[in-house]
């Protein structure tokens, strides 16, 4: 065990000196009250240790103990459903014992070590066994079951096995001979650094969606299961609001939501609803897979920077189970401002900005542990990244929005305007990006609709028109435009308030399955058809809207309930209607 004494002290950074035994990011005990710290650089007499609790009243001289190993997280049953913070102390199970906080220097099991859970054992004695390998299996929730595997350095045959039963997460369950003869115990839990990602089998391509039910985002910027994608926007824009309906509604088995340096109501907002949500899939609360990791504004500031890795190592966890995991970030922005504090007190040149000149790594570091993976156990997992991003003053130029742009694949740019007229999700279509799409457009069309891909594309290009028109209409108004450019503009007008505009306090308007977003779309276009070819035969534009079924085709959102899909056949027939009506007018 190596031990020094501080020699200085700068906020959450301190330093000590002539002391040859500590190792890179190797986790130490700091002070008299033992405030865990992280060991982040050793350079000629020093060695530099970024604290995770308040530093206030540590004085030079005072001790700091090496525990040997790096910052690491307890994985195991128990983590869905809870919330812990920064670096995996549980919040929920000190409520009421240490106040709304922990304590300075209290050490808080990171998992509750005294409950028993029902273990079914399923490795058999004398199996050979390595990394990844399924031992057994405990219903974690009523929505998940926790499958525990072999740590992945490790490797031998079972010598020893326990029967079904309950136990603890300190309990062994079987006993491995390695090939150097040394016998390890493998129980329910096991302990993984934070900074290294988990091993996999195999990366695989991405080509399944992940289903939001958000029909801006899953038709016009599609994002694939194991994609990367960012929320960037100023204040007010809807960040937050467009992370909780995708975290709610998403077709993820687990959701691990990081509140990284936002505000405590934001973090206590979510615990309130998705107490009370019912998971449509398995009819039990939301939170039955759900993590919470809070790191909220008021909380040591170097523990934001470590919880976007213990979240990822979370999600890692689960993902080498066979699971499909979202990662919620809120946000990524503060977490950079957590690295430029740091940086600032180690006194390193800083580059645009005052951010440090690392922070691209950092976030390529953060976002390559997505992916779609075969596990070492033989299943198939996903780990994808969603990332909010809170530039100052909405300015995307600014370098966490640009070097968040390098390494995601996924951009959904949220407008000040769209926030501001109430229409959510903000999601600029013209700013916006998706380079899923063409992977995804094969499992539409064979999941969904065969013509989905060719009516989205007719889609963007309406609201690309619409978008080059509003310039002409902003200087003369519209009324001086042709019949056929102002089509352009009113079937727009549908496909935003009735198609991209979406209530997320309506019950069939929340969430829109894949299957009826393509038949929405069929029937803003079929209107568009109908309308264009009156129009050729010098019909007036004036005289298709007095039918009325422009606006009645842009509330097919709250008049179709999503279990009855055949009742679009009665608004096509209207449609058709419409048409045979002008025409005999008109001959």
């Given at each position: 065990m190596n031990k020094g004494e501080i020699y200085e002290i700068n906020g959450p950074v301190v330093k000590v000196r002539d002391v040859k035994g500590f190792s890179m990011m190797e986790t130490v005990r700091v002070g008299n009250d033992g405030l865990i710290g992280e060991v982040?650089?050793?350079?000629?007499?020093?060695?530099?240790?970024?604290?995770?609790?308040?530093?206030?009243?540590?004085?030079?001289?005072?001790?700091?103990?090496?525990?040997?190993?790096?910052?690491?997280?307890?994985?195991g049953p128990g983590i869905i459903g809870n919330i812990f913070d920064g670096i995996e102390r549980p919040l929920t199970s000190i409520e009421g014992k240490y106040g709304a906080f922990i304590s300075r220097g209290v050490n808080v099991p990171l998992l509750d070590e005294t409950k028993k859970w029902d273990v079914e054992i399923i490795a058999k004695e004398g199996d050979h066994v390595c990394g990844g390998f399924v031992i057994a299996k405990t219903q974690e929730t009523p929505a998940i079951t926790h499958y525990s595997m072999i740590p992945p350095n490790v490797e031998g045959r079972i010598v020893e096995i326990r029967e079904n039963g309950k136990y603890?997460?300190?309990?062994?369950?079987?006993?491995?001979?390695?090939?150097?003869?040394?016998?390890?115990?493998?129980?329910?839990?096991?302990?993984?650094?934070i900074r290294i990602p988990r091993p996999y089998d195999?990366?695989?391509?991405?080509?399944?969606?992940?289903?939001?039910?958000?029909?801006?985002?899953?038709?016009?910027?599609?994002?694939?299961?194991?994609?990367?994608?960012?929320?960037?926007?100023?204040?007010?824009?809807?960040?937050?609001?467009?992370q909780h309906q995708l975290a709610k509604w998403a077709d993820a088995d687990i959701i691990i939501y990081i509140g990284c340096g936002e505000r405590g109501n934001e973090m206590t907002q979510v615990l309130e609803e998705f107490s009370e949500l019912i998971d449509p899939g398995t009819g039990r609360p939301l939170l039955d897979r759900t993590v919470l990791i809070a790191n909220t504004s008021n909380m040591p500031v170097a523990a934001r920077e470590a919880s976007i890795y213990t979240?990822?190592?979370?999600?890692?966890?689960?993902?080498?189970?066979?699971?499909h995991v979202a990662i919620m970030a809120d946000s990524t922005s503060r977490w950079a401002e957590a690295l430029?504090?740091?940086?600032?007190?180690?006194?390193?040149?800083?580059?645009?900005?005052?951010?440090?000149?690392?922070?691209?790594?950092?976030?390529?570091?953060?976002?390559?542990?997505?992916?779609?993976?075969?596990?070492?156990?033989?299943?198939?997992?996903?780990?994808?990244?969603?990332?909010?991003?809170?530039?100052?003053?909405?300015?995307?130029?600014?370098?966490?929005?640009?070097?968040?742009?390098?390494?995601?694949?996924?951009?959904?740019?949220?407008?000040?305007?769209?926030?501001?007229?109430?229409?959510?999700?903000a999601i600029n279509w013209i700013n916006s990006y998706s380079e899923y799409k063409d992977e995804l457009d094969i499992w539409f069309e064979e999941n969904v609709s065969r013509d989905f891909s060719t009516n989205r594309a007719r889609i963007v290009k309406i609201l690309q028109e619409e978008s080059?028109?509003?310039?002409?209409?902003?200087?003369?108004?519209?009324?001086?435009?042709?019949?056929?450019?102002?089509?352009?503009?009113?079937?727009?007008?549908?496909?935003?308030?009735?198609?991209?505009?979406?209530?997320?306090?309506?019950?069939?308007?929340?969430?829109?399955?894949?299957?009826?977003q393509a038949k929405m779309m069929e029937l803003i276009l079929q209107l568009y058809d109908m309308a264009k070819r009156l129009l050729n035969m010098s019909v007036p534009l004036s005289v298709i809207k007095k039918t009325g079924v422009f606006d009645k085709v842009a509330s097919v959102k709250y008049d179709i309930p999503n279990n009855k899909p055949e009742m679009f056949d009665s608004y096509k027939e209207m449609i058709e209607r419409a048409e045979e009506t002008i025409k005999e007018e008109y001959k």
């Open positions: 982040i650089g050793i350079d000629g007499r020093d060695t530099v240790i970024q604290v995770y609790e308040p530093t206030s009243g540590i004085k030079p001289g005072a001790p700091v103990i090496g525990e040997g190993a790096p910052l690491s997280v307890r994985l603890t997460l300190n309990d062994w369950l079987i006993k491995i001979k390695t090939a150097d003869g040394m016998i390890k115990e493998i129980g329910l839990a096991q302990k993984w650094p195999e990366k695989k391509a991405v080509n399944m969606p992940l289903v939001t039910g958000q029909r801006v985002i899953d038709t016009l910027f599609p994002i694939a299961k194991g994609g990367t994608a960012a929320i960037p926007g100023g204040f007010g824009t809807g960040k937050t609001m467009t979240g990822i190592t979370l999600a890692e966890y689960y993902r080498d189970m066979g699971y430029r504090e740091i940086s600032g007190r180690l006194e390193e040149m800083p580059a645009e900005e005052g951010f440090p000149a690392y922070l691209p790594s950092r976030l390529a570091g953060f976002y390559e542990r997505a992916g779609y993976v075969r596990a070492l156990c033989g299943k198939e997992g996903s780990v994808t990244i969603i990332g909010a991003v809170s530039p100052q003053g909405g300015d995307f130029s600014e370098p966490v929005t640009q070097n968040t742009k390098r390494f995601i694949r996924c951009f959904w740019a949220l407008d000040r305007e769209l926030a501001y007229s109430r229409h959510y999700p080059s028109l509003m310039e002409i209409v902003k200087l003369i108004g519209s009324d001086v435009l042709p019949d056929s450019q102002r089509l352009e503009l009113e079937i727009a007008r549908v496909i935003r308030t009735g198609y991209l505009q979406q209530n997320a306090f309506h019950a069939d308007d929340t969430y829109v399955p894949p299957k009826k």
